[in-house]
């Protein structure tokens, strides 16, 4: 798995070296610069689960099937302009909107508009092991794979050139709210046909084509990833010429670039820094619910973590009270239940773990529990659930301390991190998850089932065929009030289990420059940058 990763982002770093050598000037004359902490091992969202690509990259380059409103939270037609639900839920029959272009880049010029062949190379890609293309750079598709798609899609079908039907083997309720992801973007069945042509798929995920906004014109590892306008976008020619993903510099180092000019936008700033940004008349922020939970799993292989009692008598040490202070200055809640408090299928009983370290020393020596030594890891760089990573993890460190349990803290980065998960090494693992979906299906199943384990999404590798079930009863039925009783028999098994305590849930945060207009905060962590514009007299029209 290791030796994957590596080559897939060898060949993005080879691309940036070797094609690319421009630096990023001059953007305030034609763009904007979007700073953001991140890394890129692809740029296919199929592969990923989570991190630049899904949060930011997505929304630009490509479309999916379906959208959701990010203000009611409901489905929406994208390059489908309609849709059928059909065999109790079985069977989804999708029309497709006509004359949608696809990107004209470097690599790829494309000779017709996007059809059902595209969306069904795109779909079958995931979900039919045997499709000639399921294998290239991996073979994995970590958000679907813990769905367990590939088991439960019977069919992806043409039907014509502008209609396709997509058979599952039992009724999901939560199936289109999947395909409005940004896991699920519609690639070109062309460009993918040209490359096998020459034998180099694998291009597919590191050069993109989609029919999204912008297109990638420049990467440097490390540094910057430059957009340029898709003149041909279906919705209208976007606002800005090109865009520039600043990825150069954290904290406070892109805080200083904010308020400098050389960022317009900063994506997730630290909630710390919120005073300065109020302060500051040349700035605007803003703050939106999110639908994101930060946590921190216990790895349930590893004895004597493999225990409820010890994983509930750890739980009491963390002050969390603390952690809503030192790390989010009021911009998120306490965490009782791995949903967000703006789920509908969110339990209203579920309680906070309490802080009580006299309780938890009692438990452990009760338990026979003597000296502990866990590894902690920790992603350093700012993420959409958790502004301050490292910081949460050192407090987490010392409240441990004071129960006699020595945590040492690892950073880990990026795919990188998610292959040495699986290699169940370590102990703790301080995380996080975002969705763009308001569906419960999309927190429960990757992050707690048995599937998940292998699609590299569930970091506590805790398998519970019973809470399975329960999730799986929960998609038979459309009725709201069923799949809300089956949740919340899921929320209490977790409770009782414990295999991550849930630790916050915050609002999502962008700080950009008064000039900058057009700017949607999306609660799901993504937003298209096409109607975004600079509103001075220099701004170029399109």
């Known amino acids: ?43 296919n969202p ?49 029309h497709l909107r006509r004359h949608v272009a696809f990107q004209h880049t470097q690599w790829f010029t494309p000779t017709r508009t996007m059809n059902a062949d595209d969306v069904v190379f795109s779909f079958a890609r995931m979900f039919d ?48 709210w999947h395909l409005a992801t940004h896991y699920a973007p519609v690639l070109s069945a062309e460009y993918a046909a040209n490359l096998s042509k020459t034998n180099r798929q694998e291009e597919l995920d590191r050069q993109p084509v989609g029919t999204g906004p912008f297109m ?23 606002g800005m010429p090109q865009v520039v993903i600043d990825l150069g510099a954290g904290g406070i180092g892109r805080l200083s670039k904010l308020l400098t000019g050389e960022c317009d936008v900063l994506a997730y ?44 008598a750890l739980a009491l040490a963390i002050n969390n009270e603390r952690l809503m202070e030192s790390i989010y200055y009021g911009t998120a809640e306490t965490a009782a239940s791995i949903l967000p408090r703006a789920s509908w299928a969110y339990d209203s009983n579920a309680h906070v773990t309490p802080y009580n370290p006299q309780k938890a020393r009692e438990e452990l020596k009760r338990l026979g529990i003597g000296e502990l030594h866990f590894n902690l890891w920790v992603p350093s760089a700012s993420q959409s659930w958790n502004p301050s990573p490292m910081k ?39 995380s996080g998850w975002s969705t763009d979906s308001n569906d419960p299906d999309s927190f429960f199943r990757p992050l707690l089932s048995c599937a998940g384990i292998n699609s590299q999404t569930n970091l506590a590798h805790w398998c519970n065929p019973a809470f399975d079930e329960v999730l799986h009863k929960a998609l038979l039925t459309p009725q709201l009030s069923s799949r809300i009783d089956r949740y919340n028999e899921a929320q209490r098994i977790l409770e009782k289990e414990l295999p991550m305590l849930p630790l916050a849930s915050s609002l999502r945060l962008q700080a950009y420059r008064h000039d900058i207009q057009g700017l949607v905060l999306s609660p799901f962590g993504n937003a298209s940058f096409a109607g975004v514009h600079r509103n001075d007299a220099g701004k170029e029209k399109p």
């Open 46 to 94: 199929q592969l990923a689960s989570g991190g630049l690509v899904v949060d930011t990259l997505a929304a630009q380059l490509y479309d999916r099937l379906l959208d959701v409103d990010p203000y009611t939270y409901r489905l929406m037609p994208e390059l489908a302009e309609r849709w059928e639900v059909l065999d109790n839920g079985a069977t989804y029959r999708f």
């Open 1 to 43: 798995m290791r030796k994957i990763f590596s080559t897939l982002l060898l060949g993005l770093s080879v691309i940036s070296v070797s094609a690319w050598s421009a630096a990023p000037t001059d953007i305030r004359q034609s763009g904007f610069v979007y700073c953001v902490n991140g890394l890129m091992n692809t740029f």
């Open 392 to 430: 949460t993890a050192e407090l987490i460190q010392a409240d441990m301390a004071q129960i006699g349990v020595q945590v040492t803290i690892v950073q880990v980065e990026g795919r990188f991190q998610e292959a040495q998960l699986m290699e169940s090494n370590h102990d703790l693992t301080l």
């Open 129 to 176: 092991r045997h499709h000639p293309w399921h294998n290239v750079n991996g073979g994995s598709y970590p958000y679907f794979d813990s769905l367990q798609f590939t088991d439960s899609v019977k069919s992806v079908t043409k039907l014509d050139n502008s209609t396709v039907e997509i058979r599952l083997n039992s009724p999901d309720a939560a199936f289109l």
């Open 269 to 312: 700033p630290a909630a710390s820094q919120l005073s300065i940004l109020r302060d500051d008349p040349r700035l605007r922020l803003t703050l939106r619910p999110g639908m994101n939970i930060a946590y921190l799993a216990f790895n349930t292989r590893k004895p004597p973590l493999d225990r409820a009692e010890v994983r509930q």
């Open 216 to 238: 990638l014109s420049e990467y440097r590892s490390g540094q910057y990833i430059r957009l340029a306008r898709n003149g041909d976008y279906w919705r209208g020619v976007p």
